[in-house]
């Protein structure tokens, strides 16, 4: 296949791809990660069907019993990873300068309800596929489009946060952000970082990643499309502490099935334990016992004050549409 930032087609194995759940091979197929030899990504070939993996993310991604899911009742709440985006916007823009927003994939939302502390007059739209996290979208403020040219070139802020490493068709995600962002608009994006060659090789699962950005070819990414780069950064926990926690995830949720979605025992565990102590417990404490048990939000806050440490397992880069 092509590459899907530069479209040249020479490509070279890197590795095997690994699941974290077995079951979705059925949506993501069995791809090998290869890297372009022109502009360096590395990415998922062959990229799976695209109806398969709308499939995937309206139905399948949040499901129960999966390690995404989450409880209507009790949404999560923001951390300081969410804080630190607004740290960063906020850095290049004032808060009351700030009209209207538009984030891609934003899951439950957690950064809306920032957004409503923060910037309390701006509108807050998005486009997520995801079925379970609507009502909980609606509940913090957000207002879903069916396309992104509703926008109109007005949004002052973009947001893309753990979610371009979902696409298989990056000049689809930049339709997305051409169609939303105003001249000189901002457009925040956040993926894991991979760098195959410097320690990323020993990483515990891929999936559902298809693309896997370094540094290096995120900002290249930005800039082939016209966009300055105003700030690249490495964010939060070292790898070898996320590749631990990863193993931790796959352990309880490495068998999930529709038909079995509790198979586990130890997942079972963590769904009593939560409705048994999320009512009894101030939430500090049970966001902390949910760390230690779920390795669910795995940074502390600790890990989000300090930036550019050589092992950070994310990117972060904020740019400016020209
Ligand atoms: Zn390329």
């Known amino acids: 296949m092509s590459c899907p930032n530069c479209h040249a087609d020479v490509e070279t194995f890197v ?41 995937f993310y309206a139905s399948i991604y949040r499901s129960k019993g999966r390690s995404h899911w989450f409880d209507q009742n009790y949404p999560p709440p923001p951390q300081m990873r969410h804080k630190s985006y607004i740290s960063t916007l906020t850095s290049y823009i004032k808060p009351s300068d700030i009209n209207l927003i538009y984030e891609i994939g934003p899951g439950p939302g957690e950064i809306g309800s920032l957004w409503k502390e923060v910037a309390p007059h701006a509108t807050i739209k998005c486009s997520e596929l995801d079925q379970f996290s609507s009502s909980t979208l609606k509940a913090r403020g957000y207002q879903m489009v069916s396309s992104s040219t509703e926008i109109e070139n007005q949004a002052d802020v973009v947001m ?31 993926v894991p970082n991979c760098p195959f060659n410097r320690g990323y090789k020993g990483r515990t699962y891929d999936s559902p990643h298809l693309l896997f950005f370094t540094q290096e070819t995120l900002q290249n990414m930005f800039e082939s499309r016209g966009y300055e780069v105003l700030s690249s950064t490495t964010e939060g926990a070292s790898f070898k502490k996320q590749f631990h926690l990863a193993q931790i995830w796959k352990n309880l949720f490495g068998n999930w099935t529709p038909d079995q979605p509790h198979q586990s025992g130890a997942n079972r565990i963590v769904s009593l334990l939560k409705q048994t102590i999320r009512r009894s417990l101030p939430s500090q404490v049970f966001e902390g016992l949910r760390i230690i048990i779920k390795g669910k939000n795995i940074q502390t806050d600790d890990e989000y004050y300090i930036h550019n440490l050589p092992d950070s397992w994310l990117i972060r880069i904020l740019a400016k549409k020209k």
């Not at 690994?18 to 993501?28: A, K, S």
């Open 15 to 55: 590795d095997e791809y690994q699941f974290n759940i077995e079951y979705d091979r059925e949506f993501l197929g069995t791809p090998k990660i290869v890297q372009c030899q022109t502009c360096q990504l590395c990415y998922c070939s062959p990229m799976p069907d695209n109806e398969k993996l709308h499939d």
């Open 160 to 190: 893309g946060l753990h979610c371009l490493e979902h696409f298989s068709d990056i000049d689809y995600f930049f339709e997305l952000v051409e169609n939303a962002v105003k001249p000189n608009g901002l457009v925040l994006v956040e």
